[in-house]
C-alpha cells in the first residue's frame, strides 16, 4: 500500500488548518483513485505490471515520461569515456532501460489493438507514432554506438548472451548507418520515421475497417442455417455480414451462391485499397532507398542478411524447388475443383466458365473435404465449442511443458471478454509469468489471431528476474444466448498455433529483454508453434479437446479417422497460395518500386493459375508486410521445415505427451529465447543437423533419396 508523505514548509505551517474529515477522505480518494486498480492487479498478480485503467491523458503523458527517462539513460551513456567505460556503465545500463522501457511502451500501443474505446485507440496510435519516432532518434546515436563499439574492445570474460548482446547491438548500429558519414545518417533517420509512421497507418487502417454487406437468407444458401440465424439484421431485413474472419470465412467455405461469394471476395480483398495501397508503395520505395544509403542492393537482401537463410538466392531456390515438387498435386486438385463446379453450375443453374477464380478456392477446398475425405465440418464443430477447447488445450500445454495455469478471478483487464492467467512451473512451484485470452471480435480490434509480447521475461536491474507477460489476441465466433461458441477444426488449429508464441514468450529465460520470448530470427519464430499445430492431427489431443456441445458425446470414431485423413487434402494448392505470398514479398522486395496490385495478380497466375480478381488488392491487407514481416513470409513455410523435423524425430516416435520430450522441448526450444542461434537450438534438440524429409512427406511428397 502506498503512502502519503506531507511535507510542510515552516510558512505553511504557520497558516496550516486542520481540514475537515470530508476534505481529508476526498483527498485520500484522489490520491488512490487513479491507481486502486493498479494496486489490485499487484496484489492479484505480483510481478505483473500491466495496468489497463489509463485514459487518452494517461497514455500521452506517460509516452512523454518514458522519452524523458530512457534519453537520459542515452545520454549518460553517451558522455562516457576512457576508464569510465565498463560493463555495467555501458552494457547493464543500456539493457536496464531496454527493459524498463519495453515494459512501459508495449502497455501503450497494445491498447490500439484491442481496447473498444475509439479515443483510447486514437491516443494509443498517436503514442506508438511519438514513441517510434523517439526509438529511430535512439537508434541514430553516433555517441552512444562509439560507447559500445570502445567497450567491445576493452571488454573480458563476458558470458555468451552479453557478449552476443555487445555483437547484437553494433552490426544493428551498422545497419542504421553508423559508420557512415553524417549527412547519410540523417537520410536514414528521416527515412526510417516515416516508414515507421505509414506502418502504424497501415494496420491502423485495417483495424478500423468496419464494411457491411447486406444479403437476403436466400443469398446465403448453402452457409449453416445457425450461421445465418446468429446474423444481425439490417431495416431492409437482410443479414448484415462484416468482413471479419467470424463472417468471412464460413461464408466463402458454405455459400453456394457464387455471386455472394463474389461480392464478398472483392469487398474483402479491396479492403483499405485506396489508402494501404499507397501506403505499401511507398514503403517499398522507402525501404529500397535504405538499403541505397547501407550499401545492399535490396530490401530483401538487407533483411535477409540477420535471417537463417541469409540471401535471396536461397529463399527463392527454396520457393520455386517447393513450387516445382507441388504443382503436379495442385494441378490434380483443380482438376477436382473444376469436375465439382461443372456439377454444382448444372444443379443450380449457373453458367459454367470452366475456371476457378478466387471466390471458388475456399468453397471447392471445403467441398474436397467433405465429398473427397468425408468431413462435414459444420458438424465437425459442434464437437469443438470454446470451453471445452481451452480447458483441452491448456492441459495439454500443462502437461507436454511440465507448467501450471490457474485462472485469475477478477482480473484487471482492457476488456470484460478477456481472461488472465498465472503461470508456474510444476517442478519448483516458480511463478514465470501471466497470459491473457481475448478471444472474440469487436469493434476497432485487431482483425486476426495474433501473440503480443507485453513485458519480457529477463533480469531486472538488481538481479532479480522479471515474469513474462504475453497476451494472445484472436477473433473466434462469440457466443448467444442458446449456443456457445463453436469452433471450426482450422481455428483450433490456430489457437493452438498461437498459443504455442504465448508459451515461447513465457518459457524464455534469456538475461536480456533484447532476447525474451520469440526474440529469434524471423524465419525460425513460427517453427516452435507450427511444430504444436501436429497436436491437432492426432487422436488424443483431439479428444481431450472436443466434446459435442448439446450432450458431452465424444467424436465418433469414424469422424475422427476421417479428419486425420484429410489433413493433406488441398496440400498442393494451399501450400502454393503460400509460396504466392512469399513469392509476392520477395519480388516487391526486390524491386525500387512495385504496382503492388499488378504484381500480386501476375504472380497469382503463374503460381496457382488464377488472377487476382480486377480492381482488388489483396496486398493492401496484408498487414504482415507492414507489421515486421516484410521480405520475410517466406519464413512460414521455411520454419515448417524445422517443425515438422522436429515433431516427427522426436514427439512421434517418443510419444506425442511425452513429458520427457517436452522437457527438451522447453529447454533447448523454448528456453534459449534468442540468446543463441536458431540452427544451434535445433541441433541441441535434435542431436543432429536439420533435414527436409519430414516436411516433404507431410506434403505428400517424397524426398529425393
Sequence with gaps: MATIALLLTKTAFQHYTKPSRNQLVHCVNSYFNSDITYIKNRMTSPGNRMRWDLKTDDI??????????????????????????????????????????????????????????????????????????????????????????????????????????????????????????????????????????????????????????????????????????????????????????????????????????????????????????????????????KCDLLGFDTHASFVLDMRMAKTVVAVSTFLEDLAKKLNPLKDDEMKLFLQYKKEECKKLGYDFDNKINMWDMRYYMTMVEERKYSVDQSKLQEYFPMEVVTTGLLGIYQELLGLKFEEISKPHVWNDDVQLFNVKDVESNKLIGYFYLDLFPREGKFGHAACFGLQPGCLLSDGSRQVAVAAMVANFTKPTADKPSLLMHDEVETFFHEFGHVMHQLCATSDFAMFAGTSVERDFVEAPSQMLENWCWEEEPLRRMSKHYKDGSPIPNDMLEKLIKSRKANAGVFNLRQILLGTFDQTIHTSKKADTAKVFSEISQKILGIAATPNTNMSASFGHLADGYDAQYYGYLWSEVFSMDMFYSRFKKEGIMSSKVGKAYRDYILAPGGSIDASEMLKNFLGREPNNEAFLKSKGLQAKV
Design 60 to 289: 500521452a503523458k506517460k509516452a512523454d515520461t518514458l522519452i524523458v527517462q530512457s534519453k537520459a539513460v542515452y545520454d549518460e551513456v553517451g558522455k562516457l569515456s576512457g576508464d569510465k567505460i565498463n560493463y555495467d556503465s555501458v552494457m547493464k545500463k543500456l539493457a536496464n532501460d531496454s527493459c524498463e522501457y519495453s515494459v512501459e511502451r508495449n502497455m501503450l500501443d497494445f491498447l490500439q489493438h484491442v481496447s473498444a474505446d475509439s479515443k483510447l485507440r486514437d491516443a494509443s496510435v498517436a503514442a506508438d507514432k511519438k514513441l517510434s519516432e523517439f526509438d529511430v532518434e535512439m537508434s541514430m546515436r553516433q555517441d552512444v554506438f562509439d560507447v559500445i563499439v570502445a567497450y567491445e574492445k576493452k571488454a573480458k570474460d563476458l558470458k555468451p548472451e552479453a557478449k552476443r548482446y555487445v555483437e547484437k547491438l553494433i552490426k544493428i548500429g551498422k545497419r542504421n548507418g553508423l559508420h557512415l558519414p553524417k549527412a547519410t545518417q540523417d537520410k536514414i533517420k528521416d527515412i526510417k520515421k516515416r516508414m515507421s509512421d505509414l506502418a502504424i497507418d497501415f494496420n491502423k487502417n485495417l483495424n478500423e475497417e468496419n464494411t457491411i454487406l447486406e444479403f437476403s437468407v436466400g443469398e446465403l444458401a448453402g452457409c449453416p442455417e445457425d450461421f445465418v440465424k446468429s446474423l444481425d439484421k439490417a431495416d431492409s431485413g437482410k443479414c448484415k455480414v462484416s468482413l471479419k474472419y467470424p463472417h468471412y470465412f464460413p461464408c466463402m467455405k458454405k455459400c453456394n451462391n457464387l455471386n455472394t461469394r463474389k461480392t464478398l471476395e472483392i469487398a474483402f480483398n479491396s479492403r483499405c485499397m485506396k489508402e494501404n495501397s499507397a501506403i505499401l508503395e511507398e514503403l517499398v520505395e522507402l525501404r529500397q532507398q
